[in-house]
């Protein structure tokens, strides 16, 4: 398959961005062609009703377009989505045709938080839902993620490293349903 993934922070040091290696090598490794989108590939301009979309912009439209489905791995801030990813969003939701309609997504986020992001993820279902993704019900939190995740990505705490395939096999079973 043909995977996306975004997320991480424009921190150097980003813990989801972490993450996100380490989904993007599993699925990788599964046979799945992967395009990653983290860290300085989202410094995009604030969106502006007249703007053009940059180059980047455009980079991320075409990869969720030809993506079967796209992973997101986003911090919280504040209980919801950093602006620098909501504002991504956003600008790809002025894009035609929009890439988010029907779109599977798998939902992550790492936290040195006891909740591990889980809160922010409640608003990025609320703005998939609106954009037309469908996001799966199940997702990918790593609570205290600053001891938990190692150097490559992978959780330390067996529970959660367990869940890691488990969660990767619900989302390619579902785009599997929704696009083959
Ligand atoms: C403005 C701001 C708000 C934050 N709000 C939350 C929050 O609501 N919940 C939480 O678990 N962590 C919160 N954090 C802490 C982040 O989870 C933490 O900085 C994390 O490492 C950010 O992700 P990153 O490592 O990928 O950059 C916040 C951090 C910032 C800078």
Not at 62 to 91: C, M
Not at 114 to 129: K, P
């Amino acid at each position: 398959m043909r995977l996306a993934l975004m997320g991480g922070s424009l921190r150097p040091g980003s813990l989801n961005t972490r993450l996100l290696r380490q989904l993007a090598a599993q699925l990788e490794a599964r046979g799945h062609e992967v395009s990653t989108f983290a860290g300085e590939a989202l410094r995009w301009p604030l969106y502006e009703e007249g703007n053009v979309a940059t180059a980047e912009i455009l980079a991320l439209h075409g990869a969720l377009q030809a993506a079967q489905g796209l992973v997101i791995v986003s911090p919280e801030y504040n209980a919801g989505i950093p602006g620098h990813l909501k504002n991504a969003v956003d600008w790809l939701s002025t894009l035609k045709p929009s890439p988010w309609h029907g779109l599977p997504v798998l939902l992550c986020a790492a936290s040195p938080g006891a909740f591990g992001g889980a809160r922010g993820l409640v608003t990025w279902r609320t703005t998939l839902a609106n954009m037309g993704a469908l996001a799966l019900p199940e997702a990918l939190t790593v609570p205290h993620a600053d001891q938990q995740l190692d150097e490559q990505g992978a959780p330390r705490d067996p529970r959660t490293l367990a869940a890691v395939p488990k969660i990767l096999d619900s989302f390619l079973s579902l785009v599997t349903r929704l696009r083959s």
